[in-house]
Each structure stands twice: as C-alpha cells, then as structure tokens.
C-alpha cells in the first residue's frame, strides 16, 4: 500500500480530470465539455497536442493504417473538410490534423500544456479524485480519465557507457521538433521494430554512413502507400458513411481483405496468389486479412512467414544479409506487431548502411567515440535508439494511481493487467480507460477505438450524473470474469508464443501476459453496448450529493 499523496492548499474543484491531449484526451475533453456540459481540467506533458504524432517525429514516421480510416468519424464536417495528401498519413500531416481539431472545436483552451500529472489518489471521504501535477497544482474531480496512450512511455534501456558518448543520443519517440541533419555524419540505431524499419531507409539516404543494430529481424511487409488523388478523396468522401460502418463491423476496425479459412486448406499455388494478392495491397492485409488460421495454427502461420522470407530474399542483394533478415523458421510471424515499411530491405542494398548482428555480438558499451560490441568498435555521431515502449501500463504506472483502500494500481497489475472489459479497474471507481489493455487497443484502428470508449465513458457519466450517483467500481467479479476471458482468447492464438511488447516481454521484471482483447471489434462493441443498455448490471455504484455537480442531460444511447 502507498502513502497517500503530497497534496497542496485548495484543490481546484472540477468535474472530471483528462491527462493527455493525443487523439483519446482531445475528444474525451470535447464530449465532456461541449456535449455533457462538465467542467473538465486537461493536463498534457508536452507543449502542444497531438500525442503520439508530437513526439515521434523521427525520419519516415508514418501510420500503417490508411489515412480515411486512422481519423475521428464523429464530425462528418470535419471528415469532408480534411484532406489527406497521401493514402498512408505521414507523422506532419497527423498532427497538422490533431492541431486542426483541437482548434476547430476550440479545445486548446481547456488544455494546460508542459503540466505532467504526478499523482492521481481516490479519496474516500470525498468520494473524489486528487489529481496532483509536477508543478504542485492539484485538482479535486469526480471523474479521473488517463488518456495517456498505450505507446507512449518510451523505453530507453540503459547501456554501459552511454553518458560518455560525445556525439548525440536520439530517441525516435522523443525526437527533436527541429529535426536532425545527418548529412555527412556516421549514424548507428539499436532496434529494428516497426519505428526503426520506418526510419533506416529514409536515414540511409542522408547519413554518410548508418549501422543498424539488430537483435531481431522482422517480419516487414510493403506500406504501399501512394499520394491521395482528387478523385480518389471524392470517392472516398461519398461512401464515407458506408466505410465507417464496414471498419466498425470488421476485427479491427478497418477493411482489409477479406480473409480466406485456412492457409493449410489452399494449394501451394492458390495459397502463393493469396498472398501475392494481400502483399501487393500492403498495410496489414498479408497479417489479418489473408487467412483466418494464422495467427492461430503454427503450420499455416510458417506458409505466411516462408513467403514473406522469400520476399527478403528477392530483395537483399547479399545472401548472407538477406539470412540475417530473415526471421528463423519456427519464429511465427504477426505474432510480433508487423512493421510496414517503404524500401527497408533496399536499404540495406546501399554501400553506406552496415548491418550488425547483437544477438551474435551483443553490445558491449558506449564508448566516448561510439559503440563497442563483443566484436567490434563503430565510431558514431548520433546514436539512435528505435527501442520502443513501456506498452500499456508505463505512462498509467508513472502517474503513480491508488485507488481505495491505498491500494496503488501497480500492486492491482502486479500479476499483470485485469479490468472489467478494459474500462474499469475494481477499486478505482470513476476512472476510467481509454483504449487500455484487455480493450481491442493494439488490434484496432486507434481513433475509432478510442471514440469508442469516449462514447461509452460520456454516456456512462450522463447516466451517472442524471441519477445523482456518486460512484461507479466494477465488481470484482467482473473483472474476473473478463479477465479470463481474454486470457482464453489469447491462449487459443499463437500470440503468448512472441516475446513481443503484447506480452510485455521487452521490459525486464514485467509480467508476461498477452494485454489485447482478441475477440474483434465487433464483439467488443457488443460486450459494452450490452453493459451499458442493461443500466450497467457488473458494476457498483454509490448514490450521493450531486449538488455541485451540473448535471448532464445528453445521453449518446438516447
Ligand atoms: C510510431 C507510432 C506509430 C503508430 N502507428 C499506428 C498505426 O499505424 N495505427 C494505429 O491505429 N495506431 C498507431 N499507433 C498507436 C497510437 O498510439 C495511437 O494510434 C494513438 O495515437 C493513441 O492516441 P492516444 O491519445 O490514446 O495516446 P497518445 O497519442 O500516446 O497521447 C497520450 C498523451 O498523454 C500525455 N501524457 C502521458 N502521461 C502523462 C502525464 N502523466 N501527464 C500529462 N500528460 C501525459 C503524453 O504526453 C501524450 O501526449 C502508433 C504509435 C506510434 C508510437
């Protein structure tokens, strides 16, 4: 159990606190300010919006998702007024976007920038969040809403030496707003995830010289992403309507292809013009649309990874890093989170870019002049590290939550994430989360999932505030359930197989349990409909004094 937080004088007094200005704090603030009416206080680390899309400026950062789905649907004005310049939105346009929202819908105002959240602590006499900032603000709210993204505590492992380092350590997830020039500099970056296979290619065209550091290949498949034609935006623009409805009815709220059974049922051939056909689509249709057993049975899921190995093959001139490339056989592919990249392998075609092998060499440390493996020494001026995130649970963890009876949400996950469908954590009443584990999160187009959870969370809070309750907590049993429910799922896949950031895996001491609802969209939309249509059977609530609460009127089910 925690100690309770440092709490200074008069805690400023309002209805709910948001943490986080990305694609989730934005509209959270907007259904709860201009819908419900509520006096909400938002708070953002950074000094502007945009969440993800501000701070991952790296070179290539782009969205694997197209850019007609990865956007808000909830105002067909702003859906016909925006224009996407590409088919796959680059990291600039994104947040152009986000900037364009927040000013559209006048948001900025309710936002305080360069104010990180430190403490957030239920206070059981009040029945109210204490939400305290590193500049020791605090806020009293009844609702205490993280919208502090899945990705987006990075992860910088500590290496030997790195302090020494004469050049510049650069972190693709913290990059600078100025941008880098590598022109004529000797560049090495350590990962080759899905921000890393964005990066090379684009840092390859620049750097004198760039060293990638492996430890794992992935299995990367062609973005394909192409420049928005006139016509192709008016297309899209007629059926929006209809493309919204498909992704919300699809496993993971986009339109892939459609996938076939079973890569095992196929002949060799039909099976190769399947996947040929899904490559040449790009973006995620080889991993979820191509066919229905792959993530589930490993032999039909080493038909895709062959495949995808011999595309590398193709493309890496040299067969020896070409061999490096590829994932080992037995090494399932999508089990990881597949990078989409533009001319990765080609890349490493090029004279300037030095592919290293760490797990036959690991690093040893950084030097003052570079970096230093069991085998070698590389001289460097920017050392980059691609390594990716404290997934899911690092930037809740770092805002230091207790919940009743002291008890900090580090010890309630201590074995690993449990919630009541991904929203509700049992203990922590009127919190509530966005895209968090065991909620489609990670497997779903993020800003349709996350206008799913504000819709739910406004319409729950309505309810809420119309019947005068005080307080919400799901029931332990609940959580339970719902617990086990998505550890069945997953078990029936391959996924708990990968050491992948799903499972927690890339952070040392964390538990290894697969964080994703994995029963799609659609059902996911069921299950929380279902709760909220039957007045909220899973949960608790406590009836009390609402009178300095202005009560709202609009119901998203009404
Ligand atoms: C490089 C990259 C590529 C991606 N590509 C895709 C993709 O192709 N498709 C897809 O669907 N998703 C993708 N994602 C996932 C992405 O996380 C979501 O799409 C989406 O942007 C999440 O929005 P969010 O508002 O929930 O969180 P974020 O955008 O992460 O915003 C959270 C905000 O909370 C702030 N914050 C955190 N902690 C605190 C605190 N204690 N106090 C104050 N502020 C705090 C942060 O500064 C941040 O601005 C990608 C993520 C990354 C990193």
């Not at 095992?264 to 056909?277: G, M, N, Q, V």
Request: net charge negative; glycine share 8%; hydrophobic share 35%.
């Amino acid at each position: 159990m925690s100690d309770t937080t440092k709490q200074t004088a008069t805690p400023n007094k309002v209805d709910a606190v948001v943490v986080g200005a990305g694609f989730a704090g934005l509209y959270m603030l907007h259904l709860l300010r201009d819908k419900l009416n509520l006096n909400v206080a938002t708070m953002e680390a950074a000094d502007a919006v945009g969440g993800v899309w501000y701070w991952n400026r790296y070179p290539g950062a782009r969205c694997d998702i197209a850019s007609h789905h990865y956007s808000y649907s909830f105002s067909k004005e702003l859906q016909q007024e925006w224009q996407w310049p590409e088919k796959f939105p680059a990291q600039p346009d994104i947040l152009l976007y986000l900037e364009h929202v927040a000013d559209r819908f006048d948001l900025k105002r309710d936002i305080q920038f360069n104010t990180r959240v430190e403490t957030a602590v239920f206070d059981e006499e009040d029945q109210r969040w204490i939400v305290t900032t590193e500049k020791g603000e605090t806020y009293s709210a009844k609702y205490f809403i993280p919208a502090t993204g899945v990705l987006s505590d990075v992860n910088i492992p500590p290496i030997k030496g790195q302090d020494s380092f004469k050049g510049e350590i650069l972190v693709t997830g913290r990059w600078p707003k100025d941008g880098v020039d590598f022109t004529g500099k000797r560049v090495g970056i350590i990962g080759t995830g899905a921000t890393a296979v964005q990066a090379i290619p684009v840092i390859a065209e620049e750097a004198a010289h760039l060293t990638v550091f492996q430890r794992t290949p992935y299995f990367a498949v062609p973005l394909q992403n192409e420049v928005m034609t006139e016509a192709e935006d008016q297309k899209i623009k007629a059926s929006y309507d209809q493309l919204r409805k498909d992704a919300r009815d699809s496993f993971a709220g986009v339109t892939l292809c459609e996938p076939r059974p079973s890569a095992l049922a196929d002949s060799p051939e039909e099976r190769k013009a399947h996947y040929e056909s899904c490559y040449k689509e790009g973006s995620f249709n080889l991993w979820l649309g191509s066919y229905e057993d792959l993530l589930f049975d490993q032999e039909a899921n080493e038909t895709a990874a062959e495949f995808i190995r011999e595309k590398i093959r193709e493309r890496v001139t040299d067969r020896e890093i070409a061999e490096m490339l590829c994932p080992r056989e037995g090494v399932s592919y999508g089990t990881k989170r597949q990078p989409c990249e533009t001319g990765y392998f080609e890349a490493y075609n090029r004279d300037n870019v030095t592919l290293v092998d760490i797990h036959k060499s690991p690093i040893e440390e950084i030097t003052p002049e570079g970096l230093r493996t069991t085998d070698e020494i590389y001289e460097l001026d920017y050392l980059i590290y691609a390594t990716g995130f404290d997934a899911f649970t690092g930037s809740l963890f770092k805002m230091n939550v207790t919940g009743r009876n002291g008890l900090t949400l580090k010890e309630h996950w201590s074995d690993g994430p449990r919630t009541y469908l991904g929203l509700s954590m049992t203990g922590f009443p009127n919190l509530f989360n966005i895209t968090g584990p065991q909620s489609p999160s990670a497997f779903y187009n993020f800003p349709l999932g996350i206008e799913t959870h504000c819709d739910w969370i406004a319409d729950c809070i309505s309810y809420m505030n119309e019947n005068g309750l005080a307080t919400i907590d799901a029931d332990p049993a609940a959580e339970e359930a719902w617990l086990a429910h998505t550890v069945e799922l997953a078990d029936a896949s391959l996924f708990p197989q990968a050491s992948s950031w799903y499972m927690g895996a890339n952070i040392p001491g964390k538990p290894r349990v697969f964080m994703v609802y994995l029963g799609g969209g659609k059902a996911y939309q069921e299950a929380i409909d279902r709760e909220a249509a039957d007045k909220y059977p899973s949960y608790t609530f406590v009836r009390g004094d609402t009178e300095q609460m202005r009560v709202g009127t609009w119901a998203l089910s009404s």
